[in-house]
Structures are given as C-alpha cells and as structure tokens.
C-alpha cells in the first residue's frame, strides 16, 4: 500500500542516484536497513523526521529532503504514524562484533543514534537539544571507554564562558583519559590525542591564574597543547587531525606568534578538506580568516570570509550565521563602513544574541563582549565615546575588567573625552600587569589600546613622568609584533590596526622620533586596505616628521595632517577630524 505522498521517496532515490551511491550504502551511512529505505523510496513507509535529517546530510540536499517530511503532530504524520503503529521508524544495522569490555551491539547501536542526534542537533545551532542527546549517548555507554571518550569530545565542542575555565568539563575530560589508560588500540590512541587537545583548550581559556583551575594556568593548557601536536601523526585519521589541530591552536593562540598559528589554521584547513565534515570546515575557514588578518594578509581574509558566507548559508545553524554576520561588520569597521555596522551592533546583533541566549546555543556572555567590543570601536571611530558613559555599555565594560583589554580600552574612552587625568591613573593600574601578560594572542591588541592611551596623553602633556614608567616595558613587550601584523581583539570582533603604528606611537611617546617613523612606514603596507586606518597613520607621521624636524618636515607634516582632515570628514570620524584640525591650527603642537 502506498501512503507516501509528499514526495519524499522520490527525491530521495533520486538524489541518492545522483549521488552513486546503493541502498546498502546510504542505509549504511544513515542507520538503517535496506528494506527499510528501500520501502521509503517506494512509498511504502514515510520517513521520520531523523531519517530526513541525515539523508539530508549525507546526499548535501540543503534541506531539500527536510522540507519534504510532514511536521511532527501533523495529521498526515498521525496517520503514517497509526499505519505503522507496533513496527520500528528506524531499523537499526547490526553493530560490529563486541570487542573485550566494550558495550554490547545493540547498546552501540543505540549509541551511534544518539550521537548522530546530536551532532545534528550541533549543526543546527540547536545546542542544548545537542547536550541532551550526547548526555543521553554517554550514559547509554556505560562500561565502553572509547564510546563514553567519544561523547565527552562532542560535549566539549561547546562554547565556553569567556576567560574562564569549565571544571565539570576538566574533570569529565580527565576521568575518560583514566579510563582509556592501557588500551593499546588505534581507536584509543586517537580518543586520547583528542581528548588531551580539550583538555589543553579548556585549561588555557583561564585570561589569569585568578579565573584558572587550580595551578593550571592558561601557561599549562598551551604546554600540553604543544605536547599533544608533537605526538600527533603526520598522516592517520583525519577527524583525530581536525580535532587536535583546532582545539591546540586555540590552546596555543596566546603563547604562540602569530604567522606560528597561520602555520597551524593553514593545516588545519587542509585536513578539513580531507575529512569532509561540515563542522571542522566550519571551524577551519574562521581560524584561517582570523590568522590571515592578523598577519596583515587583508586580501587573503577577505577572499576566506567569502566562504566562510558560503559555509553559513548551507547550514541552518543561527550561531554560525551570528559569527559570519560579526566578521562582516568586523570588515565593515575596517573598511569604513560604519553605517552598515551600526545596523548590525545596535539591531541586528541584539536580536541574534537575545535569541541564542534564550537557546543556550552559547554561553550569553560571549554574545555580549564580542558586541561590547564592536560597540565601543564604532564609537570610538565616530567620536561618538562619550556615549560610552551615559549608557550601560560603561557598566558592560566595567563587569569585564578581568580581561585587561576592558580597563585599557576605558582609560582611553576617558583619555578620548578629555578626562585625562582619570584616564592616566587607570593606564597605569593597567600597565602595573603587563609582566603577566602572554607573550601573544589577546595580549597584542591589550598592548595595542595602552600604545593609544600612551599617545593621547603624550599629546595632551603633562604627562612625562607617567610615560616615563610605563612605555619602556610596553616597547619591549609589543616589539616582537612589530611589522606587518595587525591586532585583532576578540575571535573575530575589531581590528585595531598594525601592530607597526603601535611600535611607532610608543617610539614617539619615547622621544624617538626617527624610530617611530620608521615605524609608521613599515604599518602602510596592512593599512592601505582601510582608508579610515591611513587617516590615523598620516597624523602619527605628521607628529613624527614635526619632532624630527628635518628639512621639509613641517611641509610634509601639512600635506599629511589635510589628507588625514578630509579622511576624518569623509569618514564621519569626528574626534579623529578634530584633532588633526587643532593640529593643523598650530604647528608647535605635536
């Protein structure tokens, strides 16, 4: 009897053609037997909506075949339902012969189900459903270690609280590598290298020993990454590969430089390939977006952005629709357009936040720094900082003060409004830490914004005897970043320019005019590709070319400080334009 009707069953047989692969194939891939499917395809049995989904999945119908299955608690799907009633939706294929002291086939079976739930409950940015069924899979695999490993490594995939550490986790991660301690097999070796690279992630999310885990600080977890990739094979399986190489580069992000971790995204992204699995495609186009504009490679970022578009829209999941909308306003800020990203940081992205948060597709303060962040950097290119204060995003800022970046960025929000003094008190609590910052990673852009605060109060004076503390050890710690790369804060939320203007804002604060030139003109390279970022530069040359003094300097200082003027006015950057104005106005400043 035929109660198929929707179609289903001939898309499916259909695309599965298309495809090459036989019934046995798909029902191999998909969890069922053949007869089964095979009476799908003809109508004889509809299919459930997990059916769909990983039908879906397999043959890459973007939804096509989704769309075709009746909603749960439609009439139509009653009906099947009651026609069917006492036989099973899904024949589960007979599991592998039971290996000594794993779980039995029919418990694996049901294993391998709830597994595949939740991963496609993860790709669809459903993540609590996702939790539930790898909870669900966990437990129902109790007695075999690698599959209880297997379900711990998707649970730790999840989000974490921003500079925090996630102990229930650690343990869960430590109790399944106990567990697999004297299994001499492949499939262990590959859970351990895969569970060790969590381990490391998850200790090194610590932003201080304050918010660490015990005396493993972020210092351990990037040692034990480092350790892990250096047991990693060469060739073997490719989701072990994907897995270490994404969970060590975030472990390393702020202990290694950054063309290092280019060197790790590139690789990374070349396994994923291999492997073919949409979330590790996912997780490699934004690392490598991420590492290639870091390194000043604007061009090469935006052509990787390009895909990661292409990536988000063959997903159905609002979370990797929310991290590429937050890179393409991160490049509209870069760009200049700052009314594209005002639509998103006061719109868009309040609707994707309040509607993730309610999900708990990621922990909600992730959602908030990263806006935060855009948030404050678009008013600061507006010149609008004063808003900063007479809103609650100064409270936002002020709750976050344990990641370093927040008290420096508030220093210069006060410097920017012309509270100078308050502005200095706050520079120098801040610059008080720097001996315990990272050698990289969030440390740079943190750098990045006292280098900032460091001019703004060199340029006010009065101010010597502060700078004079402060800005050799800046120098020394910001110096091995110097050159092409560009500081970017957050994963991904602004770009805040070279690292190079930086280095020269500092050499100038220093009273090394010369070098900071020299430095000003390696930073051209990364800024040719923002117009709003050759503004700032032009004016931290003219500053330069004024304290040196040569021969056509004061000329050259004019020419550069109208560029910056009409750059200012063109762009909306109304502080900015101000002070390359005043600058204008008299010569002696500088």
């Known amino acids: 009897m035929i109660i198929e009707h929707d179609g289903f069953g001939a898309e499916l047989r259909r695309r599965r053609i298309a495809a090459g692969l036989s019934l046995s194939e798909l029902a191999g891939k998909v969890y069922c037997s053949r007869s089964f499917l095979s009476r799908v395809e003809n109508g004889r049995r509809r299919a459930s909506l997990?059916?769909?989904?990983?039908?879906?999945?397999?043959?890459?119908?973007?939804?096509?075949?989704?769309?075709?299955?009746?909603?749960?608690?439609?009439?139509?799907?009653?009906?099947?339902?009651?026609?069917?009633?006492?036989?099973?939706?899904?024949?589960?294929?007979?599991?592998?012969?039971?290996?000594?002291?794993?779980?039995?086939?029919?418990?694996?079976?049901?294993?391998?189900?709830?597994?595949?739930?939740?991963?496609?409950?993860?790709?669809?940015?459903?993540?609590?459903?996702?939790?539930?069924h790898?909870?669900?899979?966990?437990?129902?695999?109790?007695?075999?270690?690698?599959?209880?490993?297997?379900?711990?490594?998707?649970?730790?995939?999840?989000?974490?609280?921003?500079?925090?550490?996630?102990?229930?986790?650690?343990?869960?991660?430590?109790?399944?590598?106990?567990?697999l301690q004297g299994d001499d097999s492949i499939e262990a070796a590959g859970l351990r290298l895969r569970l060790e690279a969590h381990l490391a992630k998850k200790?090194?999310?610590?932003?201080?020993?304050?918010?660490?885990?015990?005396?493993?600080g972020p210092g351990e977890g990037a040692r034990l990454a480092e350790d892990t990739l250096r047991r990693l094979p060469d060739v073997g399986d490719d989701e072990v590969r994907c897995e270490v190489l994404t969970e060590c580069r975030w472990a390393r992000y702020d202990f290694m430089s950054a063309p290092d971790a280019l060197?790790?995204?590139?690789?990374?992204?070349?396994?994923?390939?291999?492997?073919?699995?949409?979330?590790?495609r996912g997780e490699a186009l934004m690392a490598l977006a991420i590492d290639q504009l870091r390194n000043g490679k604007i061009f090469s970022g935006l052509a990787t952005a390009n895909q990661y578009r292409k990536h988000a829209a063959d997903t159905h999941s609002t979370l990797v629709v929310w991290q590429q909308r937050t890179l393409d306003a991160l490049l509209d800020l870069w760009h200049g357009r700052f009314d594209a990203a005002a639509d998103w940081v006061f719109?868009?992205?309040?609707?994707?936040?309040?509607?993730?948060?309610?999900?708990?597709?990621?922990?909600?303060d992730n959602l908030r720094q990263t806006r935060l962040g855009q948030a404050y950097w678009l008013l600061r290119q507006q010149g609008r900082l004063a808003e900063l204060f007479t809103s609650d995003l100064a409270g936002d800022v002020e709750r976050h003060a344990y990641f370093p970046i927040w008290r420096a960025g508030l220093a210069l929000a006060l410097c920017e409004t012309g509270q100078y003094a308050e502005g200095a008190d706050l520079f120098l609590g801040c610059a008080a830490d720097v001996e315990l910052f990272p050698p990289s990673g969030w440390a740079v852009p943190t750098l990045v914004i006292l280098a900032e605060v460091c001019a703004a109060l060199d340029l006010e004076g009065g101010f010597e005897g502060e700078l004079a503390q402060v800005v050799p050890q800046l120098r020394a710690h910001l110096s091995p970043h110097d050159g092409e790369q560009i500081a970017?804060?957050?994963?991904?939320?602004?770009?805040?320019?070279?690292?190079?203007?930086?280095?020269?804002?500092?050499?100038?604060?220093?009273?090394?005019?010369?070098?900071?030139?020299?430095?000003?003109?390696?930073?051209e390279v990364p800024a040719r590709s923002s117009q709003p970022e050759l503004a700032r530069l032009r004016l931290a040359r003219a500053?330069?070319?004024?304290?040196?003094?040569?021969?056509?300097?004061?000329?050259?200082a004019v020419r550069l400080l109208r560029e910056a003027s009409r750059g200012a006015e063109a762009y909306g950057m109304s502080w900015f334009g101000g002070q390359s104005q005043a600058l204008l106005d008299d010569p002696r400043r500088s």
């Open 134 to 179: 790898y909870t669900a899979a966990f437990r129902s695999a109790a007695g075999d270690s690698r599959a209880q490993a297997e379900a711990v490594i998707r649970m730790a995939r999840r989000w974490s609280d921003p500079g925090q550490v996630d102990r229930e986790l650690l343990q869960s991660l430590r109790r399944c590598l106990a567990a």
């Open 50 to 132: 997990e059916l769909a989904q990983l039908c879906d999945e397999v043959l890459r119908a973007k939804g096509a075949l989704v769309g075709l299955v009746p909603a749960p608690g439609s009439d139509t799907q009653q009906r099947a339902g009651r026609r069917g009633s006492g036989e099973r939706a899904i024949d589960l294929v007979k599991s592998p012969r039971r290996e000594p002291g794993s779980a039995p086939a029919q418990d694996r079976a049901e294993f391998r189900r709830l597994l595949r739930r939740g991963d496609l409950s993860h790709a669809a940015g459903e993540m609590r459903d996702a939790e539930r």
């Open 203 to 216: 200790t090194s999310l610590a932003v201080s020993q304050d918010t660490a885990a015990g005396l493993a």
């Open 347 to 364: 719109r868009e992205s309040l609707e994707f936040t309040e509607l993730l948060s309610a999900d708990f597709a990621v922990p909600a």
């Open 263 to 280: 060197v790790l995204s590139e690789q990374l992204r070349d396994a994923a390939a291999r492997h073919d699995s949409p979330y590790f």
């Open 543 to 556: 500053r330069a070319l004024r304290r040196a003094a040569g021969q056509g300097s004061e000329q050259h």
């Open 488 to 523: 970017l804060a957050g994963w991904p939320t602004v770009l805040l320019g070279p690292t190079a203007r930086a280095c020269g804002l500092l050499a100038l604060a220093a009273g090394e005019p010369e070098t900071a030139l020299e430095h000003f003109r390696q930073a």
